[in-house]
């Protein structure tokens, strides 16, 4: 997966609560395993009304936010199912980056296992940052190695992350990329298991 370490963008501020999974993503378009494509559905039935035609004042629709690569969200962010289309949605509209007060675990796992970056701040400081993203300046900071983010008027604000999930989003590291990283042990391991064990080879 692609590093994150650290991203300037526009945030927009969705100030829902318990935004859960279906309406990140609803379930019509579970029908692929392709990430690419899914930016369309996210958040559909709030970005269109029933003819599919754009509502206007939803905040990804507003040509401020457009092109948004921060979203500053509600409480419980994700519950709901685990599908791990939210995360791949959120991505490939070009979000890196969720921030809230709290996630629901399973979407909180699909975001570092996706490379897209969870953070956690107080209740007061996401409340901070949705009120000076309504603002005539909606650019934010968002450090990893340093732990902070930045808001538009550059208050700071820092937060806590595991550090092996740190080191991986650091790294670009998922599942596959760790498991690469001893495929010197593994090739080791499967010529000494062809030499003991030639019919399996067959």
Same mark, same amino acid.
């Given at each position: 997966m ?12 969705l ?27 996210? @958040?559909? &039935? ?6 599919? !035609?754009?509502?206007?004042?939803? #905040?990804?629709?507003? +040509? =401020? ?5 921060v ?31 709290? @996630?629901? &675990? ?6 570092? !296992?996706?490379?897209?970056?969870? #953070?956690?701040?107080? +209740? =007061? ?30 208050r ?5 992350i595991?550090?092996?999930?740190k ?36």
């Amino acid at each position: 997966m692609q590093a994150f370490t650290r991203l300037d963008g526009r945030a927009a501020p969705l100030s829902l609560a318990n935004i859960d999974t279906d309406q990140i993503i609803p379930k019509q378009f579970l029908k692929t395993v392709e990430r690419e494509g899914l930016a369309k559905g996210l @958040f559909y &039935d709030f970005r269109f009304d029933g003819e599919g !035609n754009e509502i206007a004042d939803f #905040v990804l629709n507003r +040509p =401020e936010y457009k092109g948004s690569s921060v979203l500053i969200a509600g409480d419980n962010f994700g519950c709901g199912s685990s599908r791990e289309h939210a995360p791949w949605a959120l991505m490939d509209y070009g979000i890196m980056c969720v921030i809230s007060t709290s @996630f629901a &675990d399973i979407f909180n796992n699909n975001c570092f !296992n996706n490379g897209l970056l969870p #953070v956690v701040l107080k +209740p =007061e400081e996401v409340a901070q940052l949705m009120d000076e993203a309504k603002g005539g300046n909606h650019m934010v900071s968002v450090d990893l190695e340093s732990q902070t983010v930045v808001s538009p008027s550059g208050r700071s604000f820092r937060f806590e992350i595991d550090p092996v999930r740190k080191d991986k989003m650091l790294k670009g590291l998922d599942f596959i990329g760790e498991t690469l990283m001893h495929s010197a042990d593994i090739d080791l391991y499967e010529s000494k298991r062809a030499l003991d064990r030639p019919w399996l080879e067959a």
